[in-house]
């Protein structure tokens, strides 16, 4: 049985474009920590971060059962202790921009106040060079540094930095801009029954 004519002229460009899709789709991007230091760093920009107590199994994707090791394919994930996966977590969610891609060496400052001490809290993290990400970052309090599931944060400032200490991006809670006194209230709301 032949096909009408008709099919036949639309068929071929169809399939063409579909196949050209499939071959572009099919390219791993870059790893945000493999380019150049200085290369794409114009337009890096924080869309939005959330914060939440992460499980150790939250982590675990279906290759890891198979390899052993953990896959962080498609985001950073940078931990206080890097053999504790369980705690709090700042989930950084960067602006997509094709040509943007954080350079070899970034590292983030994470400041916080906790809701059971009103003294600000400091942690750096340099990111590893086999890691890589799309336009996600995890920046984890984890072993020591996060030793309650209940506790929370009140207010933080994270600052991405290129290997130099140049600022990349940064972004703050808006409890972070607050007088401390103002902190001290908030900590106490939280606090109460």
Known sequence: MRTPPHRQTWARPVLAAGLALLAACSSPPKSATSAPAGIGTDGVAIAHVDQRYMEDVEFR?????FTGD??????VIERTDPKQRAGRYFIVSLEFHW???LPAGTQ???????Q?????????????????????ILLGLTGAAWPDKDESIIAWKITLKDAAGKV???CQSFLWGMPPTTMATAATAQAAP
Not at 70 to 75: A, F, L, P, Q, V
Not at 108 to 114: F, M, S, T, V, W
């Open 99 to 101: 040509h943007t891609t």
């Open 116 to 136: 059971d001490n009103a003294e600000p809290q400091h942690q750096h993290y340099v990111f590893s060079t086999d890691t890589g990400t799309w336009n996600e």
């Open 168 to 170: 990349l991006a940064d």
């Open 108 to 114: 983030a400052d994470l400041d916080y106040i906790r």
């Open 70 to 75: 953990e896959n962080k394919t498609g985001r």
């Open 61 to 65: 994707r279906i290759s890891e059962y």
